[in-house]
């Protein structure tokens, strides 16, 4: 976020650690803005609590 406020370029990606096999999963999203940060959020949300996506207890 202050990186933002000082106009710095962020780019901020939604992955997922796997603790069983130490592999990160993509999810994605991404933001480049405050402003979509929200929605990468939710659609992260979505992608890790769907049972066809089997992030959860795999």
């Known amino acids: ?3 933002w406020e000082r106009g710095q370029e ?4 939604g ?8 592999k990160l999963e993509y999810l ?3 933001s480049c803005s405050r402003d979509s940060v929200d929605a990468s959020y939710k659609k992260a949300m979505e992608t890790i609590l769907n049972p ?7």
């Open 1 to 3: 976020q202050n990186a």
């Open 10 to 13: 962020v780019e901020i990606h």
């Open 15 to 22: 992955v997922v650690y796997g603790i069983a096999d130490g």
């Open 28 to 30: 994605g999203v991404r």
């Open 52 to 58: 066809e996506q089997k992030l959860l207890c795999r």
